[in-house]
C-alpha cells in the first residue's frame, strides 16, 4: 500500500476546466491516429454494460480523455502538470517526449507544460512500451495467443481465451485526478466504492482493470513519476493474473516479484507498495537494493524461498521482503535470459478448469508449488543456495 | 497546500483522513408486464428523498460538499490554504461526510434539491433528515465553519466535543513522535543486520525496541478509537426549526 492516503490537492490551479474536445495533437484524424498507434481516441466500450461516454455522464462531467492503442484501454482524467524540476525525472521526461514526437505531429520539441491531453499521450506510450518489455524479457508474441476471432469469452483455449497474453478483453487503464471521480466508478461499475488504487476483473469482458488517482500520491511521490511507476505495477500484475486466460489467482509472490523487477526498470526511487499504510515510505538513501541484498544473503538473513511461494497477505510484506523477492525474480531473469521465469509464468498460469478437485484457488496454489520446484528443478532450500550464491557472485557490496 | 499535513507522519494522516462517502443516485429498475426495464428517465428528487438516499441509515449528523470546477482543488470550499485545517479534519469523524459531483447544480440531477436556487452554498451541515441545516458558501472563515460544525455536534452526540479534539491534537503529536522513532529504529535494525547479522547484540536489542514501538503506536492508535466515541443523542433535535441559515 502507498504510503499516501486521502489528501488535497497538491497546488491551486484552474485545472478541472474541461479539456479540448479534439486532440490537438493528431487532430483526430484517421492518418495522424494510425501514424500514432491508435485505434480510437473514443468513444469506444469501456467494458461491458458502459462505454466512455456513458461513464463521463455517470461522474458528474470529470473531464476525461480516452484513447485505445493496441494493447490497452486508456481513461485519463489527469490535469496539466508543468515540467519537472527534479532532473532525473526531467531527463527522463525528454526521452520520453522525444519518441512520442516521432510519432505525434503537433508535438513541440520542448513543450512549456504537460496538458492533459499530452499526458493521455504519454500514458499510452507508456503502457505500450512497457507491454511490449514485458514480452520482450520473457519471450512472448502476440501471434504466441489465440487470434480472438471466434474465440469469445468462455471457451478456454490452452493458451487462453484470447489475443492479450491470453485475455480476449484488452487490459483498461484508468487513471483519474481526483478519488472522488474514483470512487464514483467503482461504486457503479465495480461492485463499490474504492478510495485506493484498485485492480478488478471484468468478467463478461475477460479483461483487467488497473485504476487510481494522483490524489493518492502525497508528499515526496506527489509527482508523475511516482505515478509512472504504481501504475506500471498494476498493469503488470494484472498481465500476470490475466496470463493465459485468468481461472485463477497468481501467487503473491510471481505478481509483485514481476512487478516490482519491471517498475525498478522504470525508476528505482519510486519504492511504491513497499510500505504498509501508517508507515514512512523507505527514502531514497535506500534505493540501491543489491548491496542490502547482498549484506543479508551474506549474514544468511532473509525469508525463505518456501515461505515467500506461500505468501498470503501482501500487506503483511516488509521492506526487507519486497527487496529478497524483488531480487529472486532478478536471478530467475538474469540467469538464463529469462527461459526459467518464462517457464515458471507459463506453468503456474496453466488454466485450471473446474473439476472438483478443490477449490480452484486450492489446486491453483498446488499447481503453482509444483511448477517452481519443477521448472527450477529444485526444492525450495536448493533455489536458496541457488540464488544465494548469485547474489554473492553478481552484487556488488556498494 | 493546507497547512499541517505534510509535516504529519503517516499515522497521523490515517487519523486526519476524512472518510468520504460519494454516492452515486441509481434509480430502480421498472418491472412492467413482468419484464424488467431501465430505470426511470433522471430527474431532480425531492429534497426529503435526496437526503434520505444520501443518509442512507448512518446517523450521524451530514456533511455534504459539492465538487466544482471553478475551486481549484474540490476541497477549497471546506479546506484553506493558509490556516490550520486539523481541526476540521478531526471534526468531520463525526459527520457522515458526502461529496457529490460538479453536474449536481444541473436542474435534473437527483440531488440537485439539496443545492437549491441560483447560488447555492457550497456545502452544508445538517442533521440527516435536513434539519438544523446550516449553508457555507466556500468562502467562510475557519470560525464560521467550525460553529456550525460545532453546533450540529452539539445537537447530535451527548457529549461535548471539545476534549476529545482537544485529546485527538495530542495524540497527533504523541503518534508523530513515535513514527518517526519507529522509522529511525526500523532503519537501524536494517543497517546492524546488513553489517553485523543478527547474531549481533544491537540487533536483540533492536529488534525488541521497535516491538515495543509498534506496540506503543498500536496502543496510541487505539486510544484514538475510544477518545473519539460520542453517544447519539436519542431524537437529536434542531437548534432552530425548519429552513437553513447562512453561517
Known sequence: MLCGLLTFAAAAQDSRAPRPEVDPYTQGKRKALDKAGYVSLGPFQVAAGHS?????????????????????????????????????????????????????????????????????????????????????????RDEDFASGKGAGAGSLKEVGRGPYLGMYGKPVVLLFEKTAAMSRYSTLH????????????????????????MEQLVGSYANDGALHCAVAFG?????????????????????????????????????????????????????????????????????????????????????????????????????????????????????????????????????????????????PEAFDEAWAAWVLKSYSEK | MPSGENSRGPSSLLELAMDWDHPVYV??????????????????????????????????????????????GTDDALMTKKADNEKTMLMSRWFHCVRLPPDVLENDHPFRSLFPGEKPAHLFVSQPDGSGRVDLMGDQSR?????????????????????????????????????DQIAKAQTALDKIIESDGPASRKFKKLHAELSHLRSQRNELRNEAVLVSRLELREGSTPAAPGGAREG
Open chain 1, 190 to 213: 465495480l461492485g463499490g466504492p474504492q478510495d485506493l488504487a484498485y485492480r478488478h476483473y471484468y468478467v463478461e469482458d475477460d479483461s483487467f482493470l488497473y485504476t487510481t488517482s
Open chain 1, 235 to 379: 498493469a503488470v500484475q494484472n498481465l500476470v493474473n490475466g496470463f493465459r486466460g485468468h481461472t485463477h489467482n497468481a501467487p503473491i509472490w510471481l505478481e509483485m516479484g514481476l512487478a516490482r523487477w519491471f517498475i525498478r526498470q522504470i525508476d528505482p526511487r519510486w519504492q511504491i507498495y513497499t510500505s504498509p499504510a501508517g508507515e514512512f515510505a523507505r527514502g531514497e538513501d535506500e534505493v540501491e537494493w543489491e548491496p542490502k541484498v547482498r549484506a543479508r544473503v551474506e549474514h544468511r538473513y532473509f525469508p525463505a524461498t518456501a515461505d515467500m511461494l506461500a505468501w498470503a497477505d501482501r500487506n503483511a510484506l516488509s521492506f526487507a521482503d519486497h527487496m529478497v523477492l524483488w531480487s529472486r525474480v532478478d536471478y530467475l531473469i538474469r540467469r538464463d535470459d529469462a527461459r526459467t521465469m518464462r517457464e515458471l509464468l507459463w506453468e503456474t498460469m496453466e488454466p485450471v478448469p473446474h473439476d472438483g478437485a478443490g477449490t480452484r484457488e486450492e489446486v491453483a496454489a498446488r499447481q503453482a508449488q509444483r511448477a517452481f520446484r519443477e521448472v527450477t528443478g529444485m526444492e
Open chain 2, 27 to 72: 434509480a430502480p429498475a421498472v418491472v412492467d408486464d413482468g419484464r424488467t426495464r431501465a430505470g426511470e428517465v433522471r430527474r431532480s428528487l425531492p429534497l426529503a428523498q435526496a437526503l434520505a438516499y444520501i443518509a442512507k441509515d448512518d446517523p450521524r449528523p451530514l456533511l455534504v460538499l459539492r465538487d466544482c470546477f471553478r475551486c481549484s
Open chain 2, 143 to 179: 470560525t464560521q465553519l467550525w460553529d456550525a460544525m460545532g453546533s450540529l455536534l452539539a445537537q447530535s452526540y451527548a457529549q461535548p466535543a471539545q476534549k476529545p479534539l482537544q485529546e485527538l491534537s495530542r495524540l497527533l503529536n504523541k503518534l508523530d513522535n513515535i513514527d
Open chain 1, 52 to 140: 466512455t461516454e456513458q461513464v463521463v455522464r455517470d461522474l458528474g462531467g470529470e473531464p476525461l480523455l480516452w484513447a485505445e492503442t493496441a494493447h490497452f484501454k486508456l481513461g485519463s482524467s489527469l490535469d496539466a502538470i508543468p515540467l519537472p524540476d527534479d532532473p532525473p525525472l526531467r531527463k527522463s521526461l525528454t526521452a520520453e517526449l522525444e519518441r512520442l514526437g516521432k510519432r505525434l505531429p503537433g508535438l513541440r520539441k520542448r513543450p512549456k507544460e504537460i496538458d492533459p491531453w499530452l499526458r493521455l499521450h504519454l500514458y499510452a506510450q507508456r503502457l505500450e512500451e512497457l507491454y511490449a518489455r514485458f514480452c520482450e524479457v520473457l519471450g512472448l
